[in-house]
Nanobody, 124 residues
């Protein structure tokens, strides 16, 4: 059974940092494109970052470029999202997603597998 489990969310002050993790099981992790999305109350799900199976290609939303870093460990079957210089507008439920592909995707509908998410709240 495919399973994605996120962790690492929490409450942080503006300017602070958090590192999210997403552990995958029941999937061939090294063949997966992994993505992070976020959804704030009353808003649509938004692309944050994605990484190719090899880790060689990464993509970021303009709103997080230069502040967030996505990475992966294909031995631990885990993808990470390091978030620095957090802003109140980064507050959202952060959700990990995956799909089997050789191409990185940034659209939610392109992803097959989803986690339940971890809440990130940034106070001003």
């Amino acid at each position: 059974q495919a399973l994605l489990v996120e962790s690492g969310g929490g409450l942080v002050q503006a300017g602070g940092s958090l590192k999210l993790s997403c552990a995958a099981s029941g999937l061939t992790f090294r063949s997966l494109v992994m993505g992070w999305f976020r959804q704030a109350p009353g808003k649509e799900r938004e692309f944050v970052a994605a990484i190719a199976w090899s880790g060689g290609s990464t993509f970021y939303a303009d709103s997080v470029k230069g502040r967030f870093t996505i990475s992966r460990d294909n031995v631990k079957n885990t993808v990470y999202l390091q978030m620095n210089s957090l802003k109140p507008e980064d507050t959202a439920l952060y959700v990990c997603a995956a799909r089997y592909s050789a191409v990185v995707h940034t659209t939610p509908n392109d992803y097959e597998y989803w986690g339940q998410g971890t809440q990130v709240t940034v106070s001003s």
